[in-house]
């Protein structure tokens, strides 16, 4: 019957019309800013640093191996070795960042400076209210800026979190048993001219 | 609102004269910065010039001092809307060039991926064909508001909704979520339902067949000689789908048929996507359902300085548009020394003036629209 | 006094026009994006005001604050006067439809046939718009607009010559009371519940659409392709002008259909006769109008070949059969009994479905044989 496709048309548009009254699945805004989403545990927007206790530049985990800075596509983080060392949560002195940067006017997200980073330094963040009246100067995060602490690593993403620092609590208490072992164990004797 | 150019030239002979337009950049319909520059003879299309280019990024010469692992997010960016399938076609073509193999779990996560990648596409797609002819947004919204479910699933797998950078050489990035199986389970379940409806909205609709039914004809000789892959092949009863041809990744594992058009027409190649989204769910039933547990990377796969040896390589696959190829000469180092990718959508914009001819203006929107374009792999 | 007694009515009718046409039409703006958004699984715009009423406010304030440019080229008077063309005659329309009992402002003889005239009128102002901008594409884009709405004044008024005849009078006021009578049940007998009545009244929602440019026929004003139309060179109050004249012409026609085959201000039933003439006109106004909308919301647009051809070769012969309909409708009035009625229904159903059946199958041309869809495996 001609018209027939077009009434059925209609019929359909009607139901998504009613529907949108009493049915959640046909009216799916989510008025921002008033009704957030919640978040997602694996969303990436930028990353962030990580540091561990309270104060953030002693705690930072970075020992600015450059090798996020060697391996993001776009090559967006600037970084520079600080020639003083300072101690990293097992003890030992390691090297730190003096400059770290990440542009994030240029920053794709795409994850691989976290993936390639061996010491679980640099993470991803989910903030997305990032915009700014200043084009360049605010876009570029220094390591104030980027350093977050490790409570908020673990609000964010909680599986991953919770591994990470289940291995550096072992590391750390394997470190502090095989220190304390050093201290107790007896020195051995000083032989008379030998070879050092 | 656009400012179109035109210029009126008389020809020699006080033939009549044909008004030369230029449907610019910025176009009303949203496919991207796309051009088309054609002559006009009254309201009928008397040539076509298609200009583009508008959108080059240097994506090909950027992955030549990008390493190998590098050049992955720029393939989201390629084809933005089908990300993983970009993804997928350049690690498998990586893994052919290093001879990695690929562990089961990870092949059947790549196939549930691509799957659903090519669910939005097509979606997007008969969306915007009806935008172009002038449903005011209507099914697109209705289109997007399906396509939101699947993209939140891809956002709690692999971090973000649409460049996803999730396939790694060797496998995949992170394994499943816990609730990632029974979240897309549900999903394949509810979307035929989704499918029904838009069915009811659209194909009987006459308004619709009188403006799709034998416009942009294309023959299967001409489909075949310039080179025209995917959906818009499949329309005019060519049969080859390189998931059937090839049997790339565990395709072979599924049971599922092609749907094969009959005259190669707009309305041909609308109803060959709603087709395949529904074999795409049959595929998808299979692969939840059959997903071994298991390694989803293989263990000698290195992230970091992958140096494969000199050679050349070309993976293909079947993407949502068409044979997404990926051709890489590698010379030793940790770049390639050639990275060349094939672009579906911008071989088969090939024939775009042998089907608009002799069909007026309007026609020609419709038509360009049925191609399914995206301007990021025409113009890389 | 009379004089001065008549003056003081004619400027509070006026007024009461004016004021009650402009307030729907601020509110229909809203109530189409709100009405569109819920049909498109989205609210309408809710932010301005509550459930978003201030927003013809809010776009008011900002047509007339844009600049208004006028092409270095353009014919100055024209470009200045189409706006005006277009709405002044419009509102004149308004002044014979009866909007509830003895609230007609003007009770003309042949009312109908100056609604008509003055709503023609207006088309001119189409073409004062594309030919005044210089422009080729404002050109073309506004033949194609006069193309369409002179093809559809043709089925406009056709439609409604059955109505005439059987009233026997052009005058708005006697067709209104032709439609007071009632039958079974109290209901009223309205002409949209006689077979050509029903026929009439969908041809002329169908001519309405095209003549107010609304989808599927707004070729003229939506992305026609490459030419954004007659409306391309305007900007600021003189496109909110365009705007309000065309919405205003929408109201003009289902008034008009409210009129001519609703039953005007009368109740649907004759035991609810109590409620107020002007509220039933209101209801009626506003489902026609939510007719309109939810039409727009669902359709594509038609190419203008389709169009005319919808017009010429559809739309007019159906109108010329619903004549033969309504005679016989007339000669068979004195069949009163059920089964009587029941055969009368029959003969006008058959008079209408079966040309509109052949009708379209012509107007699709020869039908391919249905598609197929082969599977390889």
Same mark, same amino acid.
């Given at each position: 019957m001609n018209g027939a496709g077009i009434i059925k048309g209609m019929i359909e548009t009607a139901r998504n019309f009613v529907g949108s009254y009493h049915d959640k699945a046909r009216l799916t805004t989510v008025q921002y800013p008033e009704e957030k989403l919640p978040p997602v545990e694996n969303a990436r927007t930028i990353p962030f640093l990580v540091f561990d206790g309270d104060e953030a530049m002693a705690g930072l985990r970075c020992t600015a191996c450059q090798i996020c800075e060697k391996e993001c596509p776009p090559q967006c983080i600037y970084i520079i070795k600080d020639p003083v060392k300072k101690p990293d949560y097992v003890g030992k002195m390691q090297i730190q960042p003096k400059v770290f940067d990440i542009d994030i006017s240029v /920053?794709?997200? /795409?994850?691989i400076c976290v993936e390639v980073c061996p010491f679980d330094a640099i993470k991803m963040d989910q903030v997305f209210e990032l915009s700014t009246k200043d084009r360049f100067g605010a876009l570029l995060l220094d390591k104030t800026q980027l350093a977050k602490p490790n409570d908020y690593f673990v609000k964010l993403h909680k599986t991953e979190a919770s591994e990470i620092d289940v291995r550096r609590d072992d590391e750390k208490r394997k470190a502090e048993a095989a220190a304390a072992a050093k201290a107790a164990a007896p020195k051995p004797p000083a032989a008379p001219g030998g070879a050092k | 609102m656009i400012a179109p150019s035109a210029t009126l030239e008389l020809g020699e002979s006080g033939e009549p004269q044909l008004l030369e337009v230029s449907l610019g950049p910025?176009?009303?319909?949203?496919? #991207?910065v796309f051009r088309m520059d054609v002559s006009l003879d009254g309201e009928t299309v008397v040539k076509l010039k298609p200009v583009f #280019?508008?959108?080059?990024?240097n994506h090909e010469k950027i992955a030549e001092k990008c390493s190998y692992l590098g050049s992955i997010p720029y393939t989201d960016r390629l084809d933005y809307i089908c990300s993983l399938t970009n993804n997928w076609a350049y690690a498998m073509t990586v893994e052919k060039l290093a001879g990695l193999g690929v562990p089961e779990r990870a092949e059947y996560i790549r196939v549930i991926l691509s799957e659903l990648t090519r669910l939005i596409n097509h979606s997007a797609l008969a969306g915007f064909l009806l935008q172009d002819m002038g449903a005011l947004g209507t099914p697109l919204m209705y289109a997007f508001r399906e396509r939101e479910k699947i993209l939140d699933l891809f956002e709690s797998l692999t971090g973000a909704r649409m460049m996803c950078n999730y396939m790694r050489f060797g496998g995949c990035r992170c394994d499943l979520p816990p609730g990632w199986i029974e979240q897309t389970k549900n999903l394949v379940a509810n979307f035929p339902k989704f499918l029904d409806e838009f069915e009811s909205l659209l194909t009987g609709n006459e308004i619709l067949r009188a403006r799709t039914e034998g416009v942009g004809v294309l023959t299967p000789q001409l489909a075949v000689n310039a080179g025209v892959t995917g959906p818009m092949l499949r329309a005019t009863g060519v049969n080859y789908d390189i998931r059937k041809v090839?049997? =790339? #990744?565990? =395709? #072979?594992?599924f049971k599922f048929r092609v749907p094969l058009g009959e005259r190669g027409d707009v309305f041909d190649r609308y109803m060959i996507r709603i087709l395949e989204m529904r074999e795409s769910l049959k595929i998808l039933e299979q692969a939840l359902r059959d997903i071994p547990a298991g390694p989803i990377i293989d263990p000698k796969a290195k992230l970091r300085n992958l140096r494969p040896k000199a050679g050349e390589a070309y993976g293909r696959i079947e993407g949502p548009k068409g044979e997404l190829g990926f051709y890489l000469i590698s010379d030793g180092g940790p770049n390639p020394y050639r990275y060349r990718i094939r672009p579906p959508s911008l071989i088969n914009l090939t024939i775009l003036e042998d089907m608009c001819l002799g069909r007026t203006i309007a026609d020609a929107v419709v038509i360009l629209g049925s191609v399914d374009i995206v301007l990021g792999e025409v113009d890389r | 006094m009379s004089g001065l007694h008549q003056i003081l009515v004619w400027i509070g009718e006026i007024t009461g026009i004016i004021v009650v046409f402009g307030s729907c039409f601020a509110l229909t703006t809203i109530a189409e994006r709100k009405i569109l958004g819920r049909m498109q699984n989205r609210f309408g715009p809710n932010r301005v005001g509550p459930w978003g009423l201030l927003q013809p406010l809010a776009d008011g304030l900002k047509m007339i604050t844009k600049e208004d440019i006028v092409p270095f080229s353009a014919d100055k008077t024209l470009h200045f006067l189409a706006p005006l063309v277009l709405t002044v005659p419009i509102w004149l329309a308004f002044a014979v439809l009866p909007f509830g009992r003895n609230m007609s402002a003007i009770d003309l003889d042949a009312g109908i046939l100056f609604f008509f005239a003055i709503g023609s009128a207006s088309e001119l102002a189409v073409f004062m718009a594309g030919w005044s901008s210089q422009n080729k594409y404002s050109l073309v884009g506004a033949m194609r607009a006069i193309a369409q709405m002179i093809s559809y004044e043709v089925p406009l008024v056709l439609s409604t010559v059955p109505v005439l005849m059987l009233a026997g009078s052009l005058s708005l006021n006697d067709i209104v009371a032709a439609q007071g009578t009632h039958t079974y049940l109290g209901l009223a007998c309205w002409n949209v519940f006689t077979p050509w009545g029903l026929a009439g009244f969908l041809l002329f929602l169908i001519a309405a659409t095209a003549e107010s440019n609304r989808s599927p026929f707004d070729l003229p004003e939506g992305e026609s392709e490459i030419i954004a139309g007659f409306l391309t060179e305007y900007s600021g109050f003189k496109y909110a002008l365009f705007f309000l004249g065309e919405y205003l012409g929408l109201f003009a026609m289902t008034g008009m259909a409210v009129t001519l085959f609703l039953g005007g201000w009368h109740a649907p039933f004759s035991w609810l006769e109590w409620v107020p003439s002007w509220l039933w006109f209101g209801v009626k106004f506003g489902a026609l109008i939510f007719l309109f909308i939810w039409v727009r919301a669902t359709l594509p647009r038609l190419r203008l070949d389709q169009l005319l051809n919808f017009s010429w070769r559809f739309l007019v012969p159906l109108c010329l059969i619903n004549l033969l309909v309504a005679a016989v409708w007339f000669w068979t009035r004195?069949?009163?009994?059920v089964p009587a009625l029941l055969i009368r229904w029959l003969l006008g159903a058959a008079f209408i479905v079966l040309p509109w059946h052949w009708l379209g199958q012509a107007l699709r041309g020869p039908l391919p044989p249905p598609r197929k869809y082969t599977y390889a495996e």
């Open positions: /920053c794709m997200s /795409c994850g | 910025q176009h009303p319909s949203t496919h #991207g #280019g508008y959108l080059h990024r090839d049997q =790339y #990744g565990v =395709y #072979g594992r | 004195g069949w009163n009994s």
